[in-house]
């Protein structure tokens, strides 16, 4: 037996200087020492040696074992550092090469618009309010005195997600809840932003998904006069010094008298042309005082108290602030329309 374990470390050895690759070895580490392997083959053996030989050829056995493992290891460690530098040199770089550019991002257009009617605002004295988009059928409709069955809420088809709760329809849920929250206390002076959803089709003008900018002022001797001053100066703010204001009756269930908001057309100043369809107007928002019927809801005497709400979609701002003429190309993410509001 001892001249067998001679014979196969030779054998081993003989075909471990030939190993050219890592397969290779893994194949003759299987072959020579595995469960099934020659070494193990013969060790079996030993049970019918006598109780003298076993340890004699048990140390051979492990000489024998000791001296292929060996050769195996070395040869792994080779493998290995050949392999080491041979991605070194595949992956080295040059460190004398010019720095490859990196493409800087920009604030996209809806948000910067966001941005700048946010700092309006904050600048007259507002405080900014949110909310959940995930809103209940109270505050998105009944506090808003649109009870159910009101045919108003036609006006609003809206995403239902159980029959308590939906999709908010706009943001003036967040007045209500403000008022609220306030239990009682004057002033309120907050703007409310954010997202909005309706069952609408989109098209050029229309999205499910937009987003808004609602506005409160609660307080006493709180006057029409008011709202249409702060407008002012708002849109004088975001259109510049020249734009000017028209107020025409409307109807909104939270607000009584109810007004839309006209500035004279961007493209023309007023003088007619085919955005503003020949009448030198264009319609950007709603606005009105608060209804006493709100008030009341909110925690607030409508002897005592007033206020005025407006409230403004941001695409259509945007719209017309940059010239843009299809509201889907804020949500299409096309580089090339982006790009065009980088700030410098």
Same mark, same amino acid.
């Given at each position: ?106 604030? !996209? ?34 506090? %808003?005195?649109?009870?159910?069955? !009101? ?18 329809? !706009? ?123 709100? %008030? ?49």
């Amino acid at each position: 037996m001892r001249e067998r374990l001679e014979a196969l470390k030779e054998e081993a050895l003989a075909e471990l200087s030939q190993v050219s690759d890592a397969g290779q070895l893994n194949d003759l580490r299987v072959k020579y020492l595995g469960k099934k392997g020659a070494l193990t083959e013969i060790l079996r053996g030993m049970g019918s040696l006598s109780a003298e030989e076993r340890p004699v050829i048990g140390q051979v056995g492990n000489e024998v074992r000791g001296a292929i493992e060996a050769v195996i290891t070395s040869k792994q460690e080779e493998f290995q550092r050949l392999e080491t530098e041979r991605r070194l040199a595949a992956e080295k770089v040059d460190v004398t090469l010019p720095g490859r550019p990196l493409k800087q991002g920009a604030v !996209h257009p809806l948000n910067r618009v966001i941005q700048d009617m946010e700092d309006i605002f904050i600048g007259m004295g507002y405080q900014i309010a949110e909310g959940p988009e995930v809103e209940t059928d109270y505050f998105n409709f009944e506090a %808003l005195n649109l009870p159910k069955n !009101h045919p108003a809420r036609d006006m609003q088809d809206s995403f239902y997600v159980t029959e308590d709760l939906l999709m908010r329809t !706009h943001t003036s849920p967040v007045q209500a809840r403000t008022m609220k929250s306030k239990e009682g206390e004057v002033p309120i002076k907050v703007i409310c932003p954010g997202k909005v959803y309706r069952r609408d089709d989109d098209d050029a003008t229309h999205s499910f998904q937009f987003h808004q900018i609602e506005g409160l002022v609660v307080g006493r001797h709180i006057r029409m006069s008011d709202l249409k001053g702060t407008l002012l100066q708002f849109v004088r703010e975001m259109f510049g010094p020249q734009t000017q204001i028209r107020l025409r009756p409307s109807f909104f269930p939270f607000t009584e008298p109810s007004v839309e908001v006209d500035v004279t057309c961007m493209k023309c100043g007023g003088d007619g042309c085919r955005v503003c369809k020949n009448t030198g107007w264009l319609e950007i928002l709603g606005g009105g005082m608060v209804h006493p019927r709100v %008030l009341k809801m909110g925690g607030y005497d409508p002897e005592e108290y007033s206020g005025f709400a407006f409230g403004m979609g941001v695409e259509r701002i945007a719209m017309l602030k940059y010239g843009v003429d299809d509201i889907r190309h804020f949500y299409y993410n096309d580089m090339r329309f982006l790009q065009q509001f980088a700030r410098n």
